[in-house]
């Protein structure tokens, strides 16, 4: 089970805002480590949605915004379209690991 | 563009090795690490490990250190991970991905995965 807590589904109709949770500890999140989140579609390979916090690599929508705070980090999609509906982890470094880098739990979003 | 392809499925009995290869294309190959990381039917992403394509410098999992090796092959831009003595729960896709060095690094670009089966 990682160390990094995520709801393993969340919900919208089109349009809708959803947010996604990554919840950590003192010793990941909270020891000021960067979190990143990535999206994967169904039966493809994991794809680079946010880095360092809040950063989005070239061609992702604006739609898509990341924040930490605290022990958590939290991504969220505005105007939700159907081609979101995706799963979506988010990744950290946590310093009581021996595998260091962290994938969270993963959160499939369903557009309703 | 940036790609990296992967070798292709693969069924290995209990006990067997396997190596599965990456193949970068589109950047300078030494300028950047490789990281595997793989995902078992229907979980979560786990990462494997890491390899600095400048001087192969690694960095593992505790939960695999023993059993997977990482190597670069520079002069034709590809990257190999080894896992042996397989057991049934290394079924499962395995990934490379460009490392981009912060701490934690980040994933920004993928192969398209590598099937590995382990069944007797």
């Known amino acids: 089970q990682s160390v990094l807590t995520q709801p393993p589904s969340v919900s919208g109709a089109p349009g809708q805002r959803v947010t996604i949770s990554c919840t950590g500890s003192s010793s990941n999140i909270g020891a000021g480590y960067d979190v990143h989140w990535y999206q994967q579609l169904p039966g493809t390979a994991p794809k680079l949605l946010i880095y360092?916090?809040?950063n989005r690599p070239s061609g992702v929508p604006d739609r898509f915004s990341g924040s930490k705070s605290g022990t958590s980090a939290s991504l969220a999609i505005t105007g939700l379209q159907a081609e979101d509906e995706a799963d979506y982890y988010c990744?950290?470094?946590?310093?009581?690991?021996?595998?260091?880098?962290?994938f969270g739990t993963g959160t499939k979003v369903t557009v309703l | 563009q940036v790609q990296l392809v992967q070798s292709g499925a693969e069924v290995k009995k209990p006990g067997a090795s396997v190596k599965v290869s990456c193949k970068a294309s589109g950047y300078t190959f030494t300028t950047y690490g490789i990281s595997w990381v793989r995902q078992a039917p229907g979980q979560g992403l786990e990462w494997m490990g890491w390899i600095s394509a400048y001087n192969g410098n690694t960095n593992f999992a505790q939960k695999l250190q023993g059993r997977v090796t990482m190597t670069t092959d520079t002069s034709t831009s590809t990257a190999y991970m080894e896992l042996r003595s397989l057991r049934s729960d290394d079924t499962a896709v395995y990934y490379c991905a460009r490392s981009v060095e912060l701490l934690p690094p980040y994933f920004d670009s993928w192969g398209q995965g590598t099937l590995v089966t382990v069944s007797s």
């Open positions: 990744q950290s470094y946590d310093s009581s690991l021996s595998a260091h880098y962290v």
């Open positions: 360092g916090n809040s």
